[in-house]
């Protein structure tokens, strides 16, 4: 039987994002709007609700059924991404440790992530500052998602360079707004 996969584009501070969903699980979170906009399937349409909670700074946390695609290696690293709480951050190295591996192969399974924001990647930092991010925008989305988790819901319009907040970096494995 031929799986069933449906596509979803909601809006965001960040532009339009493309949910996908395989066989009623959300697989991937693409940054922009991709073919096949199927319309909100009871996944999808809790998807995009609490994206758009997480986004107001209403949730701490997502429930979702999700099935990312990935390596053995990579599924492990994308687990300790969602053990990292609201508002912290981790080092790759950090990660490594725990996973007995290396820092720049989790960095790879971070930029690997087919479900950014709800796979947190973004609390995920370099030893000596914010080190990458693979979504649109690169370090600028990642620092205003960082900001969100520290300051509380982000405006709905598209982003602006002078929007960024200024970040420091503490040494603790924490990032704060400067």
């Not at 994206?51 to 099935?67: I, M, N, Q, S, V």
């Amino acid at each position: 039987m031929e799986p069933s996969i449906r596509r979803l584009v909601i809006p965001s501070p960040f532009g339009a994002l493309t949910l996908t969903e395989r066989d009623d699980a959300l697989t991937a979170l693409d940054w922009g709007r991709l073919p096949q906009n199927d319309g909100p399937s009871p996944g999808l349409a809790a998807a995009a609700e609490q994206l758009e909670d997480y986004f107001d700074g209403r949730l701490k946390r997502f429930d979702l059924e999700t099935t990312p695609r990935g390596t053995d290696f990579q599924i492990r690293v994308w687990r300790a991404l969602q053990a990292i709480p609201y508002g912290e951050t981790m080092t790759y190295g950090e990660i490594a440790l725990g996973l007995k591996s290396s820092a720049r192969a989790v960095g790879m399974a971070c930029g690997a992530n087919p479900l950014p924001i709800i796979i947190p990647c973004h609390r995920v930092v370099a030893e000596t500052g914010l080190g990458g991010f693979s979504g649109l925008g690169g370090i600028a989305t990642k620092r205003r998602l960082l900001a969100l988790e520290n300051d509380g819901a982000l405006p709905r319009r598209q982003p602006s360079l002078f929007d960024l907040p200024l970040f420091s970096y503490a040494g603790s494995g924490s990032v704060t707004v400067a």
